[in-house]
């Protein structure tokens, strides 16, 4: 499954995707494999990333955790890309569009697994 996730994370453009040229081509993928394996081993609940861009590196976690928990998708904006990438793989994702400092008390409750990926340019 996590091949399948990689996959869907670089057909979405992840930025979590090394794409520098000194990069061997054998470690560009793994940042990914990393946020994967920590979505898989993170206890079932609810799942956030704050900072979703295109959804790139959504789309790859929540492969891990499907049937957990609820996933929520929380940026300031809610970009074509990303509803495109959420529709194209039948994700099911609450969407919060705020600043990450207030997605918890959008969302509610607590969070086993959580993603900041975002850098707050835009705030």
């Not at 861009?53 to 492969?63: I, K, P, Q, S, Y």
Request: positive net charge; hydrophobic residues 40%; aromatic residues 8%.
């Amino acid at each position: 499954m996590i091949e399948e996730a990689i996959k869907r994370a670089i057909e979405c453009n992840a930025m979590l995707y090394n794409k520098k040229s000194n990069c061997p081509d054998d470690q560009r993928d793994a940042e990914l494999r990393w946020i994967y394996h920590l979505a898989e081993i993170a206890p079932n609940g609810q799942a956030i990333e704050c900072g979703v861009r295109n959804g790139g590196a959504l789309v790859c976690w929540a492969m891990a955790r499907e049937g957990r928990g609820t996933i929520f998708a929380n940026d300031t904006k809610m970009r074509p890309a990303l509803l495109a990438n959420l529709k194209r793989y039948d994700l099911k994702v609450r969407k919060i569009q705020s600043p990450s400092a207030l997605a918890q008390l959008k969302a509610g409750g607590k969070f086993a697994f959580c993603f900041i990926d975002a850098d707050h340019s835009e705030a």
